[in-house]
């Protein structure tokens, strides 16, 4: 096989697969299961969009959608975009619809790097961003982050890596895994750097409707200067619990989404066209779908905090306070096992399924990924089997 495919880690592309097979594997042998592994929201879809999904398919729109989307929903998107993100895109001209947020990064990697070109990841980092990197050809350059700075990243620590062959960089905030929310003045300074070395941005904005403070989500792209070197990556899964609706989209400027329509074209041809419809009903009935995110962001927030109080209650484990997104990160080092022993144990001897933390890469060694989209309930018995567990490591 070609060196690309050969690079690709097969322990992390297939541990959360793993983790998930061998949790419901011990349940169907009896034992009590809570699951902390799966990165999705436990919601249903909220019912105005089913419905209006369901009339696309009762009225015969089954057939082709245009190769960047509907029209209508690429017009309400870039009305969002500029009311809530503050940018300004041209519906026909910067946008296109996605399979999910997956294919969104995977056609940007395409469209940007070439063999050899140098892309900058923030670690810990969603499992496909390496991936994408050595799929193309392109070298992932690591930037570390610490749990003592809430995995803020150092902006000065980007610009120390930089060589002539650097690229991208690509940012994710708020974060998977650790819930980080980058603060405004991190992503100008990371802009400033992007504009003095030229370098584009992939910033992948899935989880912006998830975030606890009153300041919301910032938009790298909406800085002065940023907006033909950001590609924004955004969709519906995580905000409208739509996971397996698989759509999403891709903003950037004409250079560059041209680029990506011929990729888009090759692998997808289009995103289903009653999946969009769906779509357009969250735009066009704006204040039901925002106060359905706003009750998921309640209840998500006090998850968090059963997980954070819950775990920051145990000795032993420490937790930066996760700002965004449904993670939290635990350090659970000083417990002497690997982190994907402690994952393995915790879930063989407690029945508790959570992520090893260098799933994430080598930064997340001695962490493990929570994922607190589970209920009240599972959580609070989950942090009782954690502290039940760590107390009987030997």
Same mark, same amino acid.
């Not at 610490?146 to 690229?167: C, F, Q």
């Not at 417990?335 to 933390?357: I, M, N």
């Given at each position: 096989?070609?060196?690309?495919?050969?690079?690709?880690?097969?322990?992390?592309?297939?541990?959360?697969?793993?983790?998930?097979?061998?949790?419901?594997?011990?349940?169907?042998?009896?034992?009590?299961?809570?699951?902390?592994?799966?990165?999705?929201?436990?919601?249903?879809?909220?019912?105005?969009?089913?419905?209006?999904?369901?009339?696309?398919?009762?009225?015969?729109?089954?057939?082709?959608?245009?190769?960047?989307?509907?029209?209508?929903?690429?017009?309400?998107?870039?009305?969002?975009?500029?009311?809530?993100?503050?940018?300004?895109?041209?519906?026909?001209?910067?946008?296109?619809?996605?399979?999910?947020?997956?294919?969104?990064?995977?056609?940007?990697?395409?469209?940007?790097?070439?063999?050899?070109?140098?892309?900058?990841?923030?670690?810990?980092?969603?499992?496909?961003?390496?991936?994408?990197?050595?799929?193309?050809?392109?070298?992932?350059?690591?930037?570390?982050?610490?749990?003592?700075?809430?995995?803020?990243?150092?902006?000065?620590?980007?610009?120390?890596?930089?060589?002539?062959?650097? #690229?991208?960089?690509?940012?994710?905030?708020?974060?998977?895994?650790?819930?980080?929310?980058?603060?405004?003045?991190?992503?100008?300074?990371?802009?400033?750097?992007?504009?003095?070395?030229?370098?584009?941005?992939?910033?992948?904005?899935?989880?912006?409707?998830?975030?606890?403070?009153?300041?919301?989500?910032?938009?790298?792209?909406?800085?002065?200067?940023?907006?033909?070197?950001?590609?924004?990556?955004?969709?519906?899964?995580?905000?409208?619990?739509?996971?397996?609706?698989?759509?999403?989209?891709?903003?950037?400027?004409?250079?560059?989404?041209?680029?990506?329509?011929?990729?888009?074209?090759?692998?997808?041809?289009?995103?289903?066209?009653?999946?969009?419809?769906?779509?357009?009903?969250?735009?066009?009935?704006?204040?039901?779908?925002? !106060?359905?995110?706003?009750?998921?962001?309640?209840?998500?927030?006090?998850?968090?905090?059963?997980?954070?109080?819950?775990?920051?209650?145990?000795?032993?484990?420490?937790?930066?306070?996760?700002?965004?997104?449904?993670?939290?990160?635990?350090?659970?080092? #000083?417990?002497?096992?690997?982190? #994907?022993?402690?994952?393995?144990?915790?879930?063989? !001897?407690?029945?508790?399924?959570?992520?090893?933390?260098?799933?994430?890469?080598?930064?997340?060694?001695?962490?493990?990924?929570?994922?607190?989209?589970?209920?009240?309930?599972?959580?609070?018995?989950?942090?009782?089997?954690?502290?039940?567990?760590?107390?009987?490591?030997?």
């Amino acid at each position: 096989m070609g060196s690309s495919i050969e690079r690709l880690s097969q322990v992390v592309l297939g541990q959360i697969r793993i983790v998930s097979e061998k949790a419901k594997a011990l349940e169907e042998n009896g034992m009590d299961v809570i699951h902390l592994e799966i990165g999705e929201p436990d919601f249903n879809t909220p019912n105005h969009i089913v419905e209006a999904a369901q009339k696309a398919l009762t009225d015969g729109k089954v057939h082709y959608a245009p190769n960047r989307g509907l029209p209508n929903l690429r017009k309400l998107i870039a009305n969002k975009l500029l009311n809530e993100n503050n940018l300004t895109v041209n519906a026909d001209k910067n946008i296109i619809m996605t399979q999910g947020a997956a294919e969104g990064l995977a056609i940007a990697f395409f469209a940007t790097l070439n063999p050899g070109d140098e892309i900058i990841i923030i670690e810990p980092s969603f499992t496909s961003y390496e991936n994408l990197a050595h799929l193309v050809n392109a070298k992932p350059v690591s930037v570390k982050t610490y749990e003592s700075n809430n995995w803020i990243v150092n902006p000065d620590d980007i610009r120390a890596v930089i060589t002539p062959d650097t #690229k991208v960089v690509l940012l994710n905030s708020p974060s998977n895994p650790t819930g980080a929310v980058y603060p405004k003045e991190t992503l100008e300074e990371i802009a400033k750097i992007a504009i003095e070395e030229d370098l584009i941005v992939i910033s992948d904005e899935i989880y912006e409707k998830i975030i606890y403070s009153s300041e919301g989500h910032f938009s790298i792209g909406s800085i002065s200067g940023m907006e033909d070197r950001t590609i924004t990556i955004n969709g519906f899964s995580k905000a409208y619990s739509m996971t397996g609706w698989r759509l999403g989209y891709i903003v950037a400027n004409e250079s560059l989404i041209t680029s990506m329509l011929k990729v888009h074209q090759y692998v997808v041809t289009c995103v289903p066209t009653f999946t969009q419809y769906g779509a357009v009903a969250v735009y066009e009935q704006h204040e039901l779908s925002e !106060e359905e995110v706003r009750k998921m962001r309640e209840a998500y927030k006090i998850r968090k905090n059963i997980v954070y109080e819950g775990l920051r209650s145990i000795d032993g484990i420490t937790l930066a306070n996760p700002e965004g997104a449904f993670y939290a990160f635990p350090n659970i080092s #000083k417990f002497g096992l690997s982190s #994907k022993d402690f994952a393995t144990r915790l879930l063989e !001897e407690e029945g508790v399924a959570t992520v090893p933390g260098s799933v994430f890469s080598d930064v997340g060694e001695g962490y493990v990924r929570i994922s607190y989209a589970a209920s009240e309930a599972q959580l609070k018995e989950a942090i009782k089997r954690i502290e039940r567990f760590v107390k009987n490591i030997k």
